[in-house]
T-cell receptor
Framework: GDSVTQMEGPVTLSEEAFLTINCTYT??????LFWYVQYPGEGLQLLLK?????DKGSNKGFEATYRKETTSFHLEKGSVQVSDSAVYFC???????????FGTGTSLTVIP | NAGVMQNPRHLVRRRGQEARLRCSPM?????VYWYRQLPEEGLKFMVY????????ESGMPKERFSAEFPKEGPSILRIQQVVRGDSAAYFC????????????FGQGTRLTVV
């Protein structure tokens, strides 16, 4: 069945470090891919998305490229800030599908 | 345009009581999803509804849980005879449907069963 696998956390980085959170997916057909972010005590917010192969989603300095050949959608940021501390979820959905499939989430803590 | 509104934000119930969680989707959205987030775990799909229709309830426990999305008013997730294992954050999301549209999430209802 369709699924998303995320890098295990937690991840702790110093401010201005480079961030990569790995995400791979299993799906038939052509899914859309998403990264959501959840700040403490809050709901999920869409961070970025890509709807077809080779698309790059970007927002707030974060980027992810839809790689069909490696079935991946890794999240990257060149220089993290303390305010980026949150839990990040990778997700997919498909045309005709009835749900979003979420990874287990990766907790990121950025220290000054 | 208000976002997805969930209430209450926090709900405490004793074992055996009923819990009712409400979700008002964003204006113009006809699709509602419910997810459960257990402590230290990811989001688990529960149910997907459109107005007056349950489209996919494959993630709903077979007993005690039900959901509705009436023609008028919010979507309701109802848990009867709650047990401690029901303690979790319940998130509602709404959208316009289709693979290319994102889901917009509410802030969640944190249910604690004592």
């Amino acid at each position: 069945g369709d699924s998303v696998t995320q890098m295990e956390g937690p991840v702790t980085l110093s401010e201005e470090a480079f961030l990569t959170i790995n995400c791979t997916y299993t799906a038939t057909g052509y899914p859309s891919l998403f990264w959501y972010v959840q700040y403490p005590g809050e709901g999920l917010q869409l961070l970025l998305k890509a709807t077809k192969a080779d698309d790059k989603g970007s927002n707030k300095g974060f980027e992810a490229t839809y790689r069909k050949e490696t079935t991946s959608f890794h999240l990257e940021k060149g220089s993290v800030q303390v305010s980026d501390s949150a839990v990040y979820f990778c997700a997919l959905s498909k045309a005709g599908g009835n749900q979003f499939y979420f990874g287990t989430g990766t907790s990121l803590t950025v220290i000054p | 345009n208000a976002g997805v509104m969930q209430n209450p934000r926090h709900l405490v119930r004793r074992r055996g009581q009923e819990a009712r969680l409400r979700c008002s989707p964003m204006k113009g959205h006809s699709h509602v999803y419910w997810y459960r987030q257990l402590p230290e775990e990811g989001l688990k799909f529960m149910v997907y509804l459109q107005k007056e229709n349950i489209i996919d309830e494959s993630g709903m426990p077979k007993e005690r849980f039900s959901a509705e999305f009436p023609k008028e008013g919010p979507s309701i997730l109802r848990i009867q005879q709650v047990v401690r294992g029901d303690s979790a954050a319940y998130f509602c999301a709404s959208g316009i449907g289709g693979a290319f549209s994102e889901a917009f999430f509410g802030q969640g209802t944190r249910l604690t069963v004592v």
